[in-house]
């Protein structure tokens, strides 16, 4: 079964026209992870939450923004897509309550700009 | 969260053992070792983890030096479905800012 779940797997959007990715989990774990992937690159962390606690990662562009109503669910928003953001964008998610637990990932969704 | 060095590519016959080096001269005495892998366009999946002693599990055997400067994780025998880019990343065991930093990671491809 699922646990972390994306949708959708694939998602064409316009440049320019905002869009967002929304990741939901079954795990109740009280971290959440949104990663960028693009071709042949390892993931980069764009941010993370820790339970309702948003943590940006320093590099990551302000085009990029999360939002996460409960433990269950959260989106990535992206507000105005270039084509530099075409890519797999990977959620996760952990316990850090719990001494050495792993980060379970989604399947992703790839993002196509056109 | 200490840094990691793996080679980019290693190849391996189908039903031998790959053995994947992973150098983590920097890393602090409550980092975790973790392995994850991504088969192509799929979420990285989990393998393993440890912190001193080796470990084993139904996937695989994560061996970490004495002194844990670097570890070998070994896939005991390789099959073709375990073609993928395998990622060894370091990270403190809890807190709030723990955060999973991929590196480069291993390229493995298992052939016939």
């Known amino acids: 079964d699922a646990m972390v779940i994306q949708n959708p797997r694939y998602q064409v959007t316009q440049f320019g026209k905002p869009v967002t990715l929304s990741c939901s989990q079954t795990?109740?774990?009280?971290?959440m992870y949104w990663y960028q992937q693009k071709s042949s690159q390892a993931p980069k962390l764009l941010f993370h939450?820790?339970?309702?606690?948003?943590?940006n990662e320093a590099d990551t562009p302000d085009n990029f923004q999360s939002r996460r109503p409960n433990t269950s669910f959260c989106f990535l928003d992206i507000r105005s897509p270039g084509l530099g953001d075409a890519a797999m964008y990977l959620c996760?998610?952990?316990?850090?309550?719990?001494?050495?637990?792993?980060?379970?990932f989604g399947q992703g969704t790839r993002l196509t700009v056109v | 969260d200490a840094k990691t060095t793996q080679p980019p590519s290693m190849d391996c016959a189908e039903g031998r053992a790959a053995n994947l080096p992973c150098n983590h001269s920097t890393i602090s005495g409550n980092e975790y070792v973790y392995w994850y892998r991504q088969i192509h366009s799929q979420g990285p999946q989990y393998i393993i983890h440890g912190l001193k002693n080796n470990e084993t599990n139904e996937m695989a055997s994560l061996i970490i030096t004495e002194d844990r400067k670097s570890s070998t994780l070994i896939l005991p025998h390789a099959t073709l479905r375990d073609t993928a880019v395998y990622y060894c990343i370091v990270l403190v065991a809890v807190g709030g800012n723990r955060k999973f930093t991929f590196g480069m990671g291993t390229q493995v491809r298992v052939k016939l």
């Open positions: 996760a998610t952990s316990r850090v309550d719990r001494a050495n637990t792993e980060a379970f």
């Open positions: 795990l109740n774990h009280n971290v």
């Open positions: 939450y820790y339970d309702k606690d948003f943590n």
